[in-house]
């Protein structure tokens, strides 16, 4: 048996595809490629999926700054910084992909700078301290996410051109579910070797791990076979916006996608406020990396699998979903001090902590699935930069809305989290259905 049908085979049992592949929305050519370029898209994304966790702006770098004695303002602007760099920039970069008719390279250069930002960050770890050691990685985060933003649109595009509608969910989630078995073999080996101690050696290795990891990543995202696209159509980044407008006031499908992707992200924005709201509660038993990598390998591997399929019969269905495991969740979490003091103990924070990160998940993965099964083949690149450029302007007004806490306080910001989503649940019950 060749490797070629071997690689078919593997295929067909994992996506439940029968003898006749049916391949809607890509061309025949593709489809015979479609077995390869959805195991080498598989490895290349469980890959950047572990580095990614590895230096997380959520995770892994709050923790780092505090071992290297950093204020605790940078630690602030590590999300807004990763989030508005990699979105923000977005609407005006699409239209120069359109002009190649191959488009993987725009996820594969950037994945290399990613790397490069990375290796760099780790020496900054191992030699630097205080405001300058948060100086420098802030910069370096700011090149990594101006890199994830280009990829961001590229990836779209090109899972769009290579695997076919019906199957793209199941990718996104085997590469969750194999990047959350890595995660969670990192996250043992950290807890074992860094619990109780600040090893600034160990840390260097945990991002120089991530710049690795960014290169095998991109290398394996290189040998995907992708058909050469349109380019017709190309446009300045003025008539880009023009033409991201236009499509903005006459599709009230978008407006409504883009509102309620914007309303979801209340469920990783609410995920900080729970480790304070832990700490608070439970003393310094929960500030350890070690156990929140553990968390996210865990929440991965457990729903990826069910959220994949659940994206790929009904995206918007998902949404409904997972705004509503949000909002009971975030409530729980938001009570958490008034529970009996047999519940307020560290295993029950970090159930409701694996939650909530497995409800990220789902509202990453139905966002990705609507969005790619939605947007015209053409347009895609468009409607992605739109997207991610609105929800970008989104992230940086949460981002002073964060700081609200500091008056109101941690539970009161929980709820309001919980507000958003109720309109976000709204929202998905108005979306058609793709």
């Known amino acids: 048996m060749s490797e070629q049908t071997v690689v078919s085979k593997a295929y067909e049992l994992i996506t439940d595809e029968g003898e006749e592949r049916a391949c809607e929305a890509i061309s025949e050519r593709a489809c015979k490629e479609t077995p390869g370029n959805f195991f080498k898209n598989v490895f290349s994304g469980s890959l950047s999926k572990l580095a990614e966790q590895l230096v997380s702006p959520g995770t892994t770098l709050p923790w780092i700054l505090s071992a290297l004695g950093v204020p605790n303002l940078f630690t602030g602007a590590l999300v807004p910084i990763k989030d508005a760099g990699s979105l923000l920039p977005q609407l005006f970069v699409s239209a120069k992909i ?18 490069v930002a990375l290796f760099a960050m780790a020496f900054v770890v191992l030699a630097t301290e205080g405001n300058t050691a948060g100086i420098l990685i802030l910069g370096l985060l700011l090149i990594f996410s101006l890199a994830s933003g280009i990829a961001s649109i590229s990836f779209k595009d090109v899972i769009g051109k290579t695997v076919p509608k019906g199957k793209r969910g199941q990718l996104l989630a085997m590469r969750s579910t194999i990047g959350g078995i890595l995660t969670l073999f990192a996250g043992v080996f950290i807890l074992r070797d860094l619990e109780g101690e600040q090893d600034k050696e160990m840390l260097f290795w945990v991002v120089m791990s991530g710049a690795i990891l960014w290169l095998m990543s991109a290398f394996l995202f290189s040998l995907i076979a992708e058909e050469r696209g349109a380019t017709e159509g190309g446009r300045s980044p003025v008539n880009e916006i023009t033409n991201a407008w236009n499509f903005w006031k006459e599709d009230s499908n978008l407006r409504r996608f883009i509102f ?5 992200m209340a469920i990783p924005l609410a995920q900080p406020f729970f480790v304070v709201l832990g700490k608070e509660e439970l003393g310094s038993e929960v500030n350890n990396l070690g156990i929140m990598v553990i968390a996210a390998g865990i929440a991965n591997i457990v729903s990826s699998p069910f959220w994949g399929r659940f994206a790929d019969q009904s995206s918007r269905k998902l949404m409904v979903w997972v705004s509503i ?10 009570l958490f001090p008034f529970w009996p003091d ?17 409800a990220h998940g789902g509202a990453r993965l139905s966002r990705k699935t609507y969005l790619v099964d ?33 008056f109101f306080g941690v539970q009161v910001m929980l709820f309001v989290f919980v507000g958003l989503l109720m309109i976000a649940l709204f929202l998905t019950f108005r979306l058609k259905e793709v």
């Open 98 to 115: 359109r002009a190649y008719a191959i488009r993987k390279w725009f996820w594969v250069v950037p994945a290399v700078i990613q790397a």
């Open 260 to 264: 309620t992707r914007g309303l979801l």
């Open 325 to 334: 495991l949000g909002m009971v969740n975030i409530s729980l979490m938001a």
């Open 342 to 358: 047999s519940l307020q103990n560290i295993y029950v924070f970090a159930a409701l902590f694996l939650i909530q990160v497995m």
């Open 374 to 406: 939605f947007a015209p083949e053409k347009e895609r690149p468009l409607f992605v930069s739109l997207s991610n450029t609105m929800i970008g302007v989104f992230t940086l007004v949460a981002a002073g809305l964060g700081s609200l806490s500091s």
